[in-house]
């Protein structure tokens, strides 16, 4: 354009060509675009990474404090079961206890099996004293028998 009247080849031929200026405003404009939508685009998902995390750490505490209740409670019944085999554990006898009450027990039976001894003793002696008698008896009868005979002859 180097006339006052420019030629319309010469204005055809500067409307194609692009100042460098609008080309830069052109591009820094788009790239402007683009990096708003873009950040619009990584805060959304920095918001729904946000929310996830935030709902992520609240059933978790949640979780975490329903586990606990249930583990308190098992920990009770534990508890209680561990109480009741102190009470039970209270009420067994100890091993020296128990020996001392078996030795007693053992005298006892010891004097019974001597006593029954003795008795069974006793009845043979009995039994000896009573087939003694009645053969006697049978030997007096005998001889009073023998007697009248030959006396009754």
């Known amino acids: 354009m180097s006339s006052i009247n420019p030629s319309k080849e ?12 609008s080309y830069l405003e052109t591009r820094c404009d788009e790239r402007t675009a683009r990096s708003s939508v873009e950040l619009h685009r990584l805060a959304d998902a920095v918001k729904a990474l946000d929310t996830y995390t935030r709902d992520r750490f609240t059933w978790l505490e949640e979780s975490t404090n329903k586990l606990a209740t249930n583990m308190d409670r098992r920990l009770d019944g534990m508890n209680e079961f561990r109480g ?5 554990s209270a009420l067994y ?9 078996h030795q007693v027990i053992e005298s006892d039976l010891r004097v019974l099996r001597d006593s029954r ?10 039994s000896v004293l009573v087939a003694l008698a009645f053969a006697a008896a049978g030997v007096l009868i005998g001889v009073v028998n023998i007697l009248m005979r030959v006396m009754g002859k």
């Open 84 to 88: 009741a085999l102190t009470d039970q």
């Open 10 to 21: 010469e204005l055809a031929e500067a409307a194609e060509r692009v100042s460098v200026r």
């Open 93 to 101: 006898a100890t091993r020296k206890e128990v020996e001392a009450l």
């Open 117 to 126: 001894a003795k008795l069974e003793g006793s009845a043979s002696q009995n």
